[in-house]
């Protein structure tokens, strides 16, 4: 007998965008549960939704190329995001630094493909200038430093990256609420809300 292939389902822009919507507020929760409750774990939760949303990628064998798969251009597929500010340099080797908060929201958004290519660190390590890219950023937090993936050893590029990343993947993801016009302060308070009445709800309900 024999065999058929297994079919293949095509996800509709509806399913599309609910996935979407449920990795968003996978990155509100867990940016509520570093900021408020100071529970740092969530970073590495921030990290992996954030390459979902913005930079996932995938091999097409039939193809022989890299595809690219994030979620928002599923959604909107010319999406515009705000830039980072200007860099501070604070030695004379080059290392420079970008102000709390990275994004200049006074600025025109830009396309996301030149966003992820923006330069967000410069730090010298060993006479070496490294310089790293939100991209950069996002993939080696998400794929080396906890949010998919956990590497024993730490390339430099890595190393900087976890070092960094407890601050810089909460700005991050404000940057990504604030370009797609998602009030992260009042959905925070709406999700703060739901857990303590749904907490209420079970506690009463198991008495």
């Known amino acids: 007998m024999k065999t058929r292939k297994d079919l293949v389902f095509n996800r509709s822009n509806r399913g599309k965008k609910i996935k979407y919507d449920e990795a968003m507020t996978i990155i509100e929760y867990s940016v509520m549960m570093?900021?408020?409750f100071e529970i740092k774990e969530f970073n590495n939760v921030i990290?992996?939704?954030?390459?979902?949303?913005?930079?996932?990628?995938s091999w097409s064998r039939k193809e022989n190329r890299v595809i690219d798969n994030s979620l928002i251009?599923?959604?909107?597929?010319?999406?515009?995001?705000?830039?980072?500010?200007?860099?501070?340099?604070?030695?004379?080797?080059?290392?420079a630094f970008i102000p709390d908060g990275l994004f200049d929201y006074d600025k025109p958004m830009i396309d996301l493909d030149l966003w992820l290519k923006q330069v967000i660190l410069k730090i010298t390590l060993v006479d070496k200038i490294q310089e790293i890219t939100i991209f950069e950023f996002i993939k080696e937090s998400a794929n080396k430093g906890g949010g998919a993936h956990v590497d024993s050893s730490l390339p430099e590029k890595s190393f900087i990256v976890d070092v960094h990343s407890e601050r810089v993947l909460r700005y991050l993801a404000r940057g990504l609420f604030r370009s797609v016009g998602r009030d992260f302060e009042q959905r925070s308070l709406n999700n703060l809300s739901h857990l303590i009445t749904t907490f209420k709800e079970k506690v009463e309900a198991s008495e």
Request: neutral net charge; charged residues 30%; proline residues 8%.
């Open 47 to 57: 990290a992996g939704q954030l390459r979902l949303i913005l930079c996932d990628t």
């Open 34 to 36: 570093v900021e408020f």
């Open 73 to 95: 251009k599923k959604i909107n597929p010319n999406p515009k995001l705000y830039p980072v500010k200007d860099f501070v340099e604070f030695n004379d080797k080059g290392d």
